[in-house]
């Protein structure tokens, strides 16, 4: 599996709609994802998958510049739903289509049913022409995240979590990497940032900006619920090595101010930006902290401009950018 | 537009589901469908756009051979509801999305509603990242058909009906398929076959074979319905000359029985047939003419394989081979 930070030949991306998830009609939640896939589109094609009822309003909402195909799917997410792309030994970009089980299926899954997220992976394969390794076991697309060199970050929280392959060890997690992905270090962090629905997806946590340097968020507020896990995770990344035996170099970005909803904290991270072939996407939430992540990620990615993008329409659906898209490796 | 005997870089197909046309929840339509996307695919890549609900039967159903795209639709005429192909100026191949209305809207159409239908082109368009055409006026795919050259077969009983364009003229038309399609010569048969529920489609009656060959069915049977039309379509195509102003070298077909299904006569022709890369797929319908058929064919087409298709479980949806596909230039 190729790192995000390498080539991409695009960017696959799945149409808000579901009306429980995102408020007024959408409507907010639309212009945002829009606003996003124009951006993605001056760095790498886009193709935004539509359902058949709402194809004509993403077409008239999105430029021309974005391909929008019909293809069902139970929310928006399409890094979770979505292809693994991989590479095999003979060069040819080939889809690993993990289940899918909307975070934690009938043990705590986010909804029901989650059947068309399920075939996501498949369809956008065939629209590729891609080839495609199906699993039997459930995996996300946001719970891990690679360096392209061998090395896999992941979290406990998650992958240890019952709901998802219960009886599954670190072992068997580190067999399937190394099968399917071509990993051969698995570093294991603890817990995700509060508000996360997934049960603690790494994209929300920590990310590599290049093959030996990691960004992880960092809440230096002791009597926010974060300050605790993030500092475990940062002391466990200083602790980690790459393949090669050589210490991670580990940065540091801050959170925002706790977002909340209706009552309910919502996962904003500065984590889940979204690495395109000329531009960083970085979420950002009308916060003080904003522009500190994105000089922090400016000074990281000096080959990229780094763009700031208004994302308190789309964390109410709980993810942001990353969440929201698949990159296509070239 | 190019003619479909000029090479293709693939054919779209649209998957048969629909239960007031397809018998026995389509299960005989949808095998017969496999058969037919089988064998083109032997010659061409083929693509199988099928609505959400259908896609893991489509896709079983199928070789791997053929691409399978979610994609909806009100019934299964790529020929007449997907676009229309052609080459621009400069060698890039864009789409027409003709405004398509169910074979005559609410004057006579055969169902409704019929959006998911007109919205098939541009989706088809989407997918192959070509640009499209779209027009404000009806017509379909199988209305109309092209040498290549700059002549154009089509018929008054389609075009001229008030369901399709009223106060249209044939110069009207004329004018659209110069700046639509290239053409020059507008060549006008009359009536098409009994039971053509399109209003005399050209697509079963009158088909270029190469740039100055036409063949068309001809009826032997004095009572038929089926004798006068044809005879008169017959001497108007021997009168006929192509754009640079020679006459037509025109060949015949045979008429099958008469096919009937409760009480309504079908549309059984030979010249349904599809012309692929390198075979030519002709619809039978277990009749003593289905060898004649084949023998003229396989003359017509030296450098093609000229294959029988067992169509009566197609043609009770009122259409055949040729109106199920829709070729993609090179």
């Not at 829009?34 to 193709?47: D, F, K, L």
């Not at 000329?278 to 990620?297: G, H, K, Q, S, Y």
Request: proline share 6%.
């Amino acid at each position: 599996m190729p790192a995000e930070f390498e080539r991409h030949s695009g960017c696959w991306m799945l149409w808000p709609e579901r009306p429980d998830t995102w408020r007024a009609g959408a409507k907010p939640a639309q212009a945002a994802f829009a606003a996003v896939a124009s951006a993605i589109a001056t760095s790498e094609p886009v193709t935004v998958a539509v359902s058949a009822g709402q194809f004509i309003n993403a077409r008239a909402q999105l430029p021309r510049s974005v391909r929008v195909v019909e293809l069902s799917s139970n929310d928006a997410w399409m890094r979770d739903c979505g292809p693994t792309f991989v590479i095999d030994g003979k060069g040819r970009r080939r889809g690993v289509d993990w289940t899918f089980n909307a975070w934690g299926g009938l043990g705590g899954g986010l909804y029901f049913p989650w059947d068309r997220d399920d075939e996501v992976a498949q369809k956008v394969l065939e629209v590729e022409g891609a080839d495609r390794y199906r699993t039997s076991f459930v995996l996300e697309g946001g719970a891990i995240h690679v360096d392209g060199q061998g090395t896999c970050l992941t979290t406990e929280e998650c992958l240890l979590n019952p709901n998802r392959n219960p009886g599954f060890t670190r072992d068997d997690y580190a067999e399937i990497f190394r099968r399917y992905l071509g990993v051969t270090n698995v570093l294991w962090l603890s817990r995700g940032i509060a508000g996360d629905d997934t049960h603690g997806h790494v994209d929300d946590l920590a990310r590599f900006v290049d093959a030996s340097t990691v960004v992880t968020v960092f809440e230096d507020d002791f009597a926010d619920s974060n300050y605790e896990p993030l500092a475990e995770n940062l002391a466990l990344l200083k602790s980690m090595k790459d393949q090669d035996g050589n210490p991670l170099r580990v940065e540091t970005l801050p959170m925002p101010e706790p977002v909340w909803f209706d009552g309910q904290r919502l996962p904003a991270s500065y984590a889940n930006f979204y690495i395109a072939n000329r531009i960083v996407l970085v979420p950002t939430f009308n916060d003080a902290n904003d522009r500190l992540a994105l000089e922090t990620l400016t000074a990281m990615f000096p080959d990229r401009a780094v763009i700031g993008i208004a994302c308190r329409d789309l964390v109410l659906g709980l993810g942001t950018l990353h969440c929201m898209t698949q990159q296509q490796p070239k």
